[in-house]
């Protein structure tokens, strides 16, 4: 659990899906912040200043959340209320709380009605991004209101000049000047805030890890991906005695198991690859299941894993992020901290109660994690690479996995991902693979009619996996890649392009 520091911002987490966005933001302008349970008001120690977040309960609610009013204000620090937060204020200022006729939600037009700190340099009319159904029906003499939707009902409220209140939600993009807002209240209410920096932090960590591990030897899984690569680095960096074991099931895409073993030797880490592709697919037999499928992939990868680690684990590093830590702690849900199959497993929480657990990522955004990546001199390609799901390409050969088609679905695969990197567009791309779909489809090669199974290719954006978008690319860009698959890989005579958002579809096939 993190411990709070003096000058961070600290942001009160009333359970709004934006909540760590207002930290990401706070950060992004370069102050220290961190998100906190309500409860953990008491804790803090000399913070910079306070958020209190939205949240998706009514304050007339019973058991709705509440501030202990009284301690928040004797830290006398600049205090800003989003959504939930300002009502709660609002409240506590001897104002009132109505349910709204209708919910407003969506884009709104902030009206300013009076000077405030938190709105120089705002525009007269600007978009802001409204998720409420309550409003501050009465407010208390105190109280100014300083905004109005177009409605003339009071959206930002101000009790003194380091205390306000907002109705929108600053933190997301569709509020167009919501950063602006939020440096306002950070750098206009004489706030006295640490500063983030990432040179910085790099320098604490190295420290921390040091004196976390001591003599012990590490262990840690790599994948080639993002998160393992920075924390396996950071961990050779730290001097510590380590072992990076990869696990080859045999499920990557071609050459990627020499591409990661390059991509390490590159910054030198020695990495130990340990071969299962033989025991993954003779496991995957006959299984046409996508659940049996992926139940099988992730129990057998965490028994290859021990297996390689030995019994006596004297400690193990994972790259678990901020997002993560943050989801268990204020949901208390440890079944919620289960991202991915073989995160968080009956041996890690052993481990973990025992104190054999390490997290150095665990402050920190995957941004950051990549800013904190190059800083170690990681290269762009390996902190920019797509995600890659650990049952690989089983979830993109829907149905048996056999060599051949896991042949034809990595050539199909190889030429996709190099045309995005030949036409530049790779990097404007969140995650893109190709996929064998298990139809056979008429065709005509030669003068023969031929009877070949199709490739569906996927290429989307996405912010966080849980939604995402596909990519609008240059018809130039489909066609060479269209044209390379059907003139070279071997039974392939169709090849699609995937236009399915998610939701309802999911980004891999199974
Ligand atoms: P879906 O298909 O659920 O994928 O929209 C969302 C994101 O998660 C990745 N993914 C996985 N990653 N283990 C992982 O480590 C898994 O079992 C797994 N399944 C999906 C997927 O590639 C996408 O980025």
Known sequence: MNQPSQGEVAVLDYGSQYSQLIVRRVRELGYLAHLYPPARLTDLNQPGAIILSGGP??????????????????????????????????????????PGVTREYGPAKLVLAEESPLFVGISKESQVWMSHSDTCSDRGTQTKVIATNEDAVPVALQWSDRCFGIQFH??????????????????????????????????????????DVGSRQVICGVSGGVDSTVLAVLLQRAGVKLRALYIDTGLMRLNETAEVITQFEEVGVPIEVVDASKEFLSALEGVTDPEQKRKIIGNLFIDVFWKAAGDEVELLAQGTLYPDVIESATSGSIASKIKTHHNRVDRIMELKDQGKVLEPLAELFKDEVRALGESLGIPHRALWRHPFPGPGLAVRVPGEITQEKLAICRAADDIW????????????????????????????KGDERSYEAAISLRAVVSEDAMTADWVELPYDVLRAASNKILNSVKGINRVLYDISTKPPASIEWE
């Not at 045309?419 to 065709?443: C, F, H, I, M």
């Open 57 to 98: 309960r009514s304050t007339s609610d019973k058991d709705a959340p509440d501030i202990d009013f009284e301690k928040l204000m004797s830290f006398n620090v600049p205090v800003l209320g989003v959504c939930y937060g300002m009502q709660l204020l609002n409240i506590k200022h001897g104002g009132s709380v109505k």
């Open 170 to 211: 600053p933190e997301v993009t569709h509020s167009h000047e919501g950063t602006a807002i939020l440096k306002n209240f950070l750098t206009r209410t004489r706030a006295n805030l640490a500063r983030f920096d990432i040179q910085a932090f790099k320098a604490q960590m190295l420290e921390q890890i040091k004196q």
């Open 417 to 444: 991902i190099k045309e995005l990197r030949r036409s530049g567009q790779y990097d404007n791309v969140w995650q893109a693979y190709a996929a064998l779909l298990p139809v056979k489809t008429v065709g005509v």
